[in-house]
């Protein structure tokens, strides 16, 4: 599982950091200070936690963007103001959800648990996408059965019991 955060204040991404290794320690973390650096990188992370005022590129510019290249990753909106303004512009982006800071561990571990269950279901719906256009294009054969059983049998969800 890969996970970026993107905040201005290095020491917002420093704390979140922890408190994810500590619900996911087996998750790659990367940090980034402005959504510049981010789209440089090239990072393409399961799971972006993005501030939504910064200076230069905002959040919200930068989700426009990441959506626009048609990049799946689930995003979750970080902010210091509980703004209806705010939290209506995060969600008009397809976030799937915001936190507000200060925030508590008991938060983090809610939202990542929300973005755990948007991850099974895009996980779901891809496989059934591939899976239709396989049978549909004629080549529902035995193999293809036996994969669906297979698939269905023990599928666990992306984070498997991480969470509890």
């Not at 087996?26 to 510049?36: F, H, P, T």
């Not at 501030?51 to 970080?78: H, N």
């Not at 529902?140 to 984070?159: H, I, P, S």
Request: hydrophobic content about 40%; charged content about 30%; proline content about 3%.
């Amino acid at each position: 599982m890969q996970i970026a955060i993107c905040d201005d204040e290095k020491s917002i991404g420093l704390i979140l950091e922890e408190k994810i290794k500590k619900l996911l320690p087996d998750a790659v973390i990367e940090k980034y200070l402005s959504g510049d650096e981010l789209i440089a990188s090239g990072c393409e992370p399961d799971i972006l936690f993005l501030d939504i005022q910064m200076p230069g590129m905002s959040g919200i510019e930068l989700a426009e963007t990441i959506v626009r290249r048609g990049y799946p990753c689930k995003i979750v909106f970080l902010t210091g103001y509980d703004d209806f303004s705010y939290i209506h512009s995060a969600f008009q982006v397809n976030a799937v959800d915001y936190l507000l800071k200060p925030f508590t561990i008991e938060e983090v571990e809610a939202c990542l648990k929300k973005v755990r269950s948007e991850l099974e279901k895009s996980e779901i719906a891809d496989w059934s996408r591939k899976t239709a256009a396989k049978q549909l294009a004629g080549n529902g054969d035995l193999r293809e059965k036996q994969e669906t059983e297979a698939f269905t049998e023990n599928f666990r969800g992306v984070f498997g019991e991480e969470l509890g």
